[in-house]
């Protein structure tokens, strides 16, 4: 079945330390989302990517980065410069970019301590 | 800017009650407009979506909304709650070719709670 795969589903990490978490897509999308899940603040943008090699800053890029080397892979690391880490992370995906309806994965759970 | 706002923070109803989450939204040409549900812990699913055409959508799970263009509103609604249907709704409004922004923007969610 085609799908996206986020892992781990649960990360911990100590406080200072970088972090990646991954993102694979294996429905031939062209476009993948990061989102940051907070209670009561809804989904805000990390970054997003239209094509390979080529990505964009959402909303709240602060602290974060991203590659897109491959179609199907988009991971994002969090660094040690995101001042509150501690969230649920969605990444999503669609055939094109702007208003084609978002495929989600199942989310990572990130703690830092 | 596009924004997405849902007055709801929590909704709680009877199992077999009607239902009706109200969402906002602030856009300058006509929107793209979604809703989205997603279960605790998991990733969120398509119910339905608003392009252009007839106002009233039908979704899937029984759901539908209404695109009020006056009102700057897309309400989501279903004739009956089932008990499964408790999870958190997210609105959300397309991307805009006025900012370059390619990407949706969602609402704050409401969380819905059923009795029995």
């Known amino acids: 079945d085609g799908g996206i795969t986020q892992s781990p589903k649960y990360l911990f990490r100590k406080e200072g330390q970088n972090v990646t978490l991954s993102c694979e897509q294996n429905?031939?999308?062209?476009?993948m989302y990061w989102y940051r899940q907070d209670p009561g603040q809804g989904l805000r943008l990390i970054y997003y990517?239209?094509?390979?090699?080529?990505?964009q800053k959402g909303d709240i890029a602060e602290g974060y980065s991203v590659s897109r080397e491959k179609k199907e892979s988009f991971p994002l690391t969090v660094t040690s410069a995101q001042k509150n880490p501690t969230a649920f992370y969605l990444c999503?995906?669609?055939?094109?970019?702007?208003?084609?309806?978002?495929?989600f994965g199942n989310g990572t759970r990130l703690t830092v301590t | 800017a596009q924004s997405v706002t849902q007055p709801d923070i929590h909704i709680t109803v009877s199992e077999g009650a009607s239902l009706e989450l109200r969402c906002n939204y602030s856009?300058?040409?006509?929107?793209?407009l979604f809703w989205y549900v997603q279960s605790p812990g998991q990733g969120l699913q398509l119910l339905l979506k608003?392009?252009?055409?007839?106002?009233l959508v039908q979704g899937i799970k029984g759901f539908e909304a209404e695109f009020k263009r006056s009102q700057s509103s897309f309400n989501l609604r279903k004739p009956s709650v089932h008990w499964s249907d408790a999870a958190e709704y997210f609105c959300?409004?397309?991307?805009?070719?006025?900012?370059?922004?390619?990407?949706?923007?969602f609402g704050s969610g409401t969380r819905l709670q059923v009795q029995p």
């Open positions: 999503a995906s669609s055939p094109g970019t702007g208003n084609s309806p978002l495929h």
């Open positions: 429905l031939n999308h062209d476009a």
């Open positions: 990517s239209q094509i390979v090699n080529d990505f």
């Open positions: 856009y300058g040409a006509t929107p793209y």
């Open positions: 608003y392009f252009s055409g007839d106002t």
């Open positions: 959300a409004v397309g991307a805009s070719m006025d900012t370059g922004r390619r990407a949706l923007t």
